[in-house]
């Protein structure tokens, strides 16, 4: 095996964690003690940029759908008692982002970016063959993992938040 840093040649021996792997004797690779498992929490200006602009995207993303279909509702007012049809919204906006979000925190699909298919392809090549049943399941893929990208925003925002509020506890 070659060293990933220095691509010289490795040689087994025991590493600091106790276990036996590859050692580079030229820069040291595998030699050091492993990284610490409980990092700093982060800090700095870029940071916390990147953080509020999370935040920014996390209220677009939950309350743009909900102002939109509030403000349609009220424009269309013929559609009836307007208080009845705002509490309908709520409970129902309210229980279909919460099953958005659980689908998008558990739900991390993977595709193969080369097999899409999207141009289609010659029925009679073995090369790029036209609308295989593997393109199908990449495009679908492709396309939900598009759908998901607002609530991934959402969910990484939260799961950040409670991971710094945890670090600045201890």
């Known amino acids: ?22 050692i580079c004797p030229e820069c040291g690779w595998g030699s050091e003690a492993p990284p ?15 953080y509020g602009l999370m935040w920014v ?18 424009e269309l007012g013929e559609l009836g008692p307007m208080d009845e049809a705002l509490r309908k919204l709520n409970l129902h906006y309210g229980w ?11 739900v991390s699909p993977r595709y193969d970016r080369g097999n899409l298919g999207i141009f289609g392809g010659n029925p009679h090549s073995r090369y790029n ?8 399941y990449n495009r679908f893929m492709h396309t939900l993992s598009m759908v998901l990208v607002p609530g991934k ?18």
Request: charged share 20%.
């Open 129 to 136: 063959p036209a609308w295989t049943p593997e393109q199908h």
């Open 57 to 74: 995207l996390t209220v677009i993303v939950v309350a743009g759908p909900y102002v939109g279909l509030r403000w349609l509702f009220l």
């Open 153 to 170: 925003i959402v969910v990484a925002t939260l799961e950040m938040t409670r991971e710094l509020l945890v670090s600045r506890r201890s």
């Open 1 to 22: 095996m070659n060293c990933p840093c220095c691509h010289a040649k490795t040689r087994r021996g025991i590493r600091p964690d106790g276990e036996e792997g590859p």
């Open 36 to 50: 610490d498992p409980s990092p700093e929490p982060p800090s700095g200006a870029g940071f916390y940029v990147r």
């Open 96 to 106: 279909v982002l919460l099953v958005y979000l659980a689908l998008c925190w558990a």
